[in-house]
């Protein structure tokens, strides 16, 4: 392996951790999730073929050891999944507006098959194709996925439109004055 392909999977570890996010979400256990991904990725690469994507196969590495370290818990730890303690806490934290707590929680809501694709398409800037790729199903599939995501984020915040969602709010726009009020 060269230098340029060292660059660019190191280049890709922002986008990785991103996506893990939407595994694990408990930042050490993404940034372990992202440790894994490329470990497995450099281990295998002479497996990667030349003419795609490296993003996508470093991502379909890390949705797979995901699942599998998911299958791995539940046999070797019955009953831990449903355990109060292993249930994450959101730490308070300064720099998130109140509108995007509530937009976090949520996409923390979704069905996980939803949330991926949601992350993958509208965070990261993944294509449908790539998407259907890492996720193993067809185009169609994620964009129908995408598609309930959108309308599931939309109802658990009470809004009927995107649009309502990007909007700047401004308390006075929303009261209708009274021109005899001056």
């Known amino acids: ?11 890709l570890i922002p986008a990785l951790r991103a996506f893990a996010r939407t595994f694990c979400r408990v930042p050490d256990d993404a ?19 030349p003419g795609t994507r490296m993003k996508s196969w470093l991502f379909t590495i890390m ?15 019955p009953g831990l999944l449903d355990c109060a303690s292993s249930r994450p806490v959101t730490e308070a934290s300064q720099d ?17 098959h939803q949330r991926e694709v949601l992350m993958l398409i509208g965070v990261l800037g993944v294509t449908y194709e790539e998407t259907a790729e890492i996720c193993g199903c067809a185009v169609g599939t994620v964009k129908s ?3 309930r995501a959108r309308a599931s984020v939309l109802e658990f915040l009470g ?17 209708h004055w009274d021109s005899d009020a001056g």
């Open 159 to 175: 809004e009927t439109s995107s649009q309502a969602l990007v909007e700047r709010r401004h308390p006075l726009a929303e009261n």
């Open 63 to 77: 949705r797979n050891t995901h699942y599998t370290r998911i299958k791995a818990a539940a046999r070797e730890a």
């Open 96 to 112: 998130w507006s109140m509108q995007s707590r509530e937009v976090h929680h949520a996409i923390q809501k979704l069905p996980e």
């Open 145 to 147: 996925r995408l598609n």
């Open 31 to 49: 940034d372990d999730l992202v440790q894994e991904t490329l470990a497995k990725g450099l281990a295998n690469l002479d497996k990667f073929e």
């Open 1 to 11: 392996m060269d230098e340029a392909d060292s660059l660019s999977i190191v280049d």
